[in-house]
């Protein structure tokens, strides 16, 4: 269902969610778009979160010993890149991981639509930034915020005047004139295993696990005992001890873990679950502090290698 | 609730935001930061759960017969006092000596320093000595400051790096990434280092030059940017002194007999200096590669002087950057936290000590104080009967722990203040337990000179308090403090103790810090030192000669040993060891051996082997790599198991009192 709602009718909507979930909502602290609690629809920031808050699903640190946690939770001003994740994550471990399958039935996002690209950002490439899969997804046009409820959540938007989705196609196909999506068809077939890009980043890299941590795709975790608890933590697979066995890591220099990564994303995953495991974010290029970018991975000419 | 504050590891001072969503807390840098600019290492990102680790002291306690007893506050407090005044009653004020903390705010330095001066000695000394006295001492004789000279982001206008005696991506990881960017965009690189680094293996020029023969190599490039007319004549005729003297020595130093003693061909010694000589802006990045030796401070006169010699001082893109180590290095230093400085580099015995005495209404110490390592031997000695340390762990990271061990072993009264039970605490009569930097209010300074708001981001654990709450406390009883109420208060008594802090206030330094100078003339702070004239008027010249490390090689002890850190591990471990990721990737000690030595000892990868000095030895696993030289083996200080500092001898920098971490000659034995 479509609706189109103003500012004040935006608080109302915000109220009704507010008697089902407890609310959260990307809000600018210390000049930084961070998530945070919060109790009217208008505190929510439009701008790019600094970071995709997986956290809502997958804790930074977790106690596997205990029990998941089912607080309903509405998530404003999630980016449609940042959900994306979750929705490519969930082919993977939605059903599999207790704590993670707890956490998402029990979440709703309501996220934001970009109507201009981010500087960096390709989201275009995989189908960005309008969302396929969604809760209830917002574009905003001015004064009026077009409101896109899949069938579970459309009883929220009961009442509220309807709409067609001309306006937002018309929106969104301007988007992708202004910034068309990366040739990424066929990347997993064209990619190269001994490409010079791989030694190159690993010239440069610094292993920060930066790229990890602020992908919203990515979801390893490293298990470890603390006294009584047993806890799992994001880790990050450029790291030289992830999933070490007997024999240490089996990719035992960096620039083999670097094409690790990037042969999960763009081969492994596409092979196995039919998506690349991108939502075009850029946000491990923002973080990456020696600038290495993603992009060189889909756009690189391998074949005059 | 997201918190803006400082990340607790190394110099570089990264700003951290923690976003506490729920249970679980997440790290990112701060994007406005104009330090890290959004960037972290891995430190940064995973390095913080020690924080949580159920290893914290909790309560004080005291040693009665041997056992550690927990106690009151109140007790803990009084008995430390009660001691501390009767030793001085008995022996006098310098049988007593501070250990303050590079970790420890600068709130928390300024307190514990102005103890050891109301007490009536000068004994205050803390790990800066161990990294970075030869740069306070020889900038100071140099330049008149003993500071960075620019910013890291007036980096970006370098043309050429020229970086001796550091790691930088290991070390300062978000200014090595900086030097990473700005050489993939064409700027130049001229690495010296005995180990292949990864800055190295980027570099134009990499000097591969042996341990210890940083003047030789230094001076032998200066040579050649003399003797082919590449010094900044303009710049040397308008900004310095003693230019004459200086030249007359370094025409001793030409490189064909140089290489001898650096064992780098001239060739390359030429190369390198015609790049320093001609793409200018050059920026000097060093660290403890330049200072950890008994020629320390020449080393650091040296590297100034080169920057002298090319005009590279007082520009964007341009200047001497001291890479700090601990987090507030810097700040502890501005704090007079050293043997030798009252607050703001006042030298002991300069007339400048009566502004203190009018401060702190009292007379105050006029003689040198001990250094770290003079105050170990002293306490062995039965001069020195009681120490107070805050933050340190010098039973690893001291050079010759033995006598560290002795030292502390004759000690009538040993205070200990720490967030964790360290190898150190475990010989305390008296344990406080502290707060980490995440639990409590202050500022750090940073290596570029940025005082940066630290901010309290989760509650303390059981009865620990703060530092400076501690000090406080101890200062009170011992009827030397009136008492304050903050470390905001401590704060504004700083601003009228230390001139370039006049400026600054928590209000105007958050959330972004600003660089001191901060004061009148300065209000926002001070980027670039030295753009039109020295503290000093000019900068001098200073002549260095060459000498030999403490040590060098025999038949018998026929190795160099270079000991240092590497990049997951921090220090004594004490933070980093218990942190699950970053001591799941280096999780032993080891030896970095040249794969040719390997080869002729009959050593193989992760094999035992003995690493004996003439002062100790330790049984260590080897790694065998390409990264480091041939001659040439290092060892991380990192792990209490294997102490690599039994090794290291107890010949200290005769200037800065510095021991020589980074020569030891050594024997392996398979």
């Keep these: ?294 992009k060189e991975v889909i756009t690189h000419d391998y074949q005059s290698e | 609730m997201a918190t803006l504050t400082v990340c607790p590891y190394c110099g570089t001072g990264c700003q951290i935001l923690i976003d506490e969503l729920d249970s679980s807390a997440r790290v990112i840098g701060y994007s406005r930061s104009p330090v890290n600019e959004g960037k972290l290492c891995v430190k940064g990102y995973s390095g913080l759960t020690y924080n949580f680790s159920k290893e914290r002291l909790r309560y004080p306690l005291v040693k009665r017969e041997g056992k550690f007893t927990r106690i009151s506050w109140e007790e803990a407090l009084n008995e430390a006092t009660t001691k501390l005044r009767s030793i001085v009653r008995d022996y006098g004020p310098d049988a007593v000596a501070f250990q303050s903390s590079a970790k420890c705010t600068n709130e928390e330095n300024y307190l514990m320093q102005k103890m050891a001066r109301l007490v009536g000695t000068n004994n205050i000394d803390h790990c800066a000595r161990s990294c970075h006295s030869p740069t306070a001492l020889g900038l100071i004789e140099t330049l008149g400051a003993g500071a960075a000279t620019g910013s890291i982001s007036s980096l970006e206008d370098t043309k050429t790096f020229l970086i001796i005696g550091s790691n930088t991506t290991e070390q300062h990881p978000i200014i090595g990434a900086k030097v990473v960017t700005e050489v993939k965009k064409g700027k130049k690189l001229i690495v010296a280092d005995p180990r292949r680094t990864q800055l190295a293996e980027l570099a134009d020029i990499h000097l591969q030059f042996r341990p210890g023969t940083d003047v030789a190599l230094l001076n032998s490039i ?166 107070y340390l805050m933050g340190e762990n010098p039973l690893i990271t001291e050079a010759s722990v033995t006598d560290v061990e002795k030292g502390i072993d004759s000690l009538d009264l040993f205070i200990v203040q720490d967030i964790f039970m360290t190898t150190t605490a475990g010989r305390a009569h008296i344990v406080l337990p502290a707060t980490s930097s995440l639990e409590k209010e202050g500022t750090f300074t940073n290596t570029e000179r940025r005082i940066q708001k630290v901010s309290r981001v989760y509650e303390r654990p059981g009865e620990a308090m703060e530092d400076w709450w501690i000090l406080n406390e101890m200062g009170k009883r011992l009827g030397i403090f009136k008492g304050y109420d903050s470390p905001r208060d401590v704060f504004e008594e700083i601003r009228a103790a230390v001139p370039g802090y006049s400026g600054a206030t928590y209000e105007n330094i958050f959330p972004l810090g600003k660089q001191w100078p901060i004061n009148d003339e300065n209000p926002e702070g001070t980027e670039i030192l030295h753009t039109r004239s020295f503290p000093i008027g000019r900068a001098r010249f200073v002549p260095t000669p060459y000498g030999d490390p403490s040590e060098v090689v025999d038949e018998e002890y026929n190795f160099i040993m270079t000991t240092g850190r590497n990049y997951f591990q921090w220090h004594s471990g004490t933070m980093s060891r218990r942190t699950d990721i970053l001591d799941r990737e280096s999780p032993e000690a080891y030896v970095e051996i040249n794969v040719e030595d390997a080869k002729k000892l009959n050593i193989r990868n992760s094999s035992f082997v003995t690493v004996r000095s003439r002062h100790g030895s330790i049984r260590v696993k080897a790694r065998v790599t390409e990264r480091i030289m041939p001659g040439v083996v290092f060892v991380p200080f990192h792990f209490e198991e294997v102490r690599v500092n039994l090794l290291v001898g107890n010949q200290v920098d005769k200037i800065s009192r510095i021991p020589e971490f980074k020569v030891v000659a050594v024997r392996l034995i398979p």
């Design chain 1, 1 to 294: 269902m479509i609706n189109v709602l103003n500012a004040r009718e935006m608080e109302d909507l915000f109220s009704r969610l507010r008697k089902d979930y407890e609310t959260f909502g990307a809000v600018e602290e210390n000049g930084e778009v961070v998530f945070d609690k919060i109790s009217r629809f208008s505190e929510v920031s439009e701008k790019k979160s600094r970071y995709a808050p997986k956290e809502f699903l997958i804790s930074r640190n977790e106690n596997v010993l205990s029990t998941p946690d089912t607080t309903r939770k509405a998530v404003f001003g999630i980016k449609s890149c940042d959900l994306k994740g979750f929705y490519i994550m969930d082919k993977q471990i939605l059903g599999k991981d207790p704590f993670y399958t707890a956490k998402r039935n029990n979440t709703l996002f309501v996220n934001f639509v970009c109507t201009e690209q981010c500087a960096g950002g390709f989201c275009s490439t995989f189908g960005g930034p309008l969302l396929e899969e969604y809760q209830i997804q917002v574009v905003r046009d001015g004064e009026n915020y077009y409101v896109l409820s899949s069938d579970e959540f459309s009883k929220y938007l009961d009442g509220f005047k309807e709409a067609d989705l001309s306006r937002v196609d018309e929106m969104m196909s301007k988007f992708k004139e202004m910034s068309p999506p990366l040739n990424v068809e066929g990347i997993e077939n064209r990619i190269k295993w001994n490409s010079i890009l791989w030694k190159n980043f690993a010239s440069e890299c610094i292993s920060c696990g930066a790229c990890n941590y602020s992908c919203p795709t990515c979801y390893c975790f490293d298990l470890y005992d603390r006294d009584d608890e047993r806890l799992r933590e994001w880790d990050s697979c450029i790291l030289g001890g992830f999933t070490s066995t007997s024999a240490g890591n089996v990719r035992n220099s960096l620039d083999e873990r670097l094409r690790q990564r990037f042969y999960h994303k763009f081969v492994y995953y596409k092979k196995s679950r039919g998506e690349y495991l991108c939502t075009g974010c850029n946000r491990c290029v923002d973080d990456c502090p020696v600038e290495i970018d993603i």
């Design chain 2, 222 to 387: 200066m040579y050649v940017i003399i003797r082919d007319g590449l010094q900044d004549t303009s710049f040397i005729d308008s900004r310095t002194s003693g230019f004459s003297a200086f030249r007359d020595e370094v025409m001793n130093y030409p490189p064909e007999k140089m290489e001898i003693i650096t064992g780098i061909p001239p060739q390359m010694i030429e190369k390198a200096a015609h790049l320093i000589g001609s793409e200018r802006p050059v920026a000097i990045l060093y660290a403890m590669g330049i200072t950890q030796h008994i020629h320390g401070t020449e080393n650091v006169m040296d590297v100034s002087n080169l920057a002298l010699l090319t005009g590279n001082i007082g520009k964007r893109g341009s200047g001497i950057f001291p890479l700090r180590g601990q987090n507030n290095v810097q700040g502890s230093s501005d704090m007079g936290a050293l043997s030798e400085f009252y607050p703001g580099y006042v030298r002991y015995d300069s007339d400048k000590v009566d502004f203190f005495e009018k401060l702190w209404n009292s007379k105050l110490p006029r003689t040198r104080g001990l250094s770290l390592s003079e105050m170990f031997e002293a306490a062995a000695d039965g001069k020195v009967k009681a120490i």
